[in-house]
Nanobody, 114 residues
Framework: VQLVESGGGLVQPGGSLNVSCVASGYIFSIYAMDWYRQVPGKQRELVATISNGGSTNYEDSIKGRFTISRDNAKNTVYLRMNNLQPEDTAVYYC?????????WGQGTQVTVSS
């Protein structure tokens, strides 16, 4: 199993970014996928989840601003982030629980600053 993120970068407050995660090594379409984020000195926190059927759940602070989606034909899960704020600055990780094991991408840095 391999999860590879891309996207992220530096954006001004109020701006938007997309991050993507390409999965390989398993049947992507039958598993839920998540996005987490982590800032130094804090625990990694769950941001958004998408089920294998496309149902979504979001952490309260990002509801209405972030959108998780998936393209099973491309083995890819996305996180669209709008109206980004400085407190959204973090490393964003893609996660899947596959065959009862947790798999993580390498992370991608998102920095929101003027």
């Amino acid at each position: 199993v391999q999860l590879v993120e891309s996207g992220g970068g530096l954006v001004q407050p109020g701006g938007s970014l997309n991050v993507s995660c390409v999965a390989s090594g398993y049947i992507f379409s039958i598993y839920a996928m998540d996005w987490y984020r982590q800032v130094p000195g804090k625990q990694r926190e769950l941001v958004a989840t998408i089920s294998n059927g496309g149902s979504t759940n979001y952490e309260d602070s990002i509801k209405g601003r972030f959108t998780i989606s998936r393209d099973n034909a491309k083995n890819t899960v996305y996180l669209r982030m709008n109206n980004l704020q400085p407190e959204d600055t973090a490393v964003y990780y893609c996660h899947g629980r596959i065959w009862s094991l947790d798999y993580w991408g390498q992370g991608t840095q998102v920095t929101v600053s003027s």
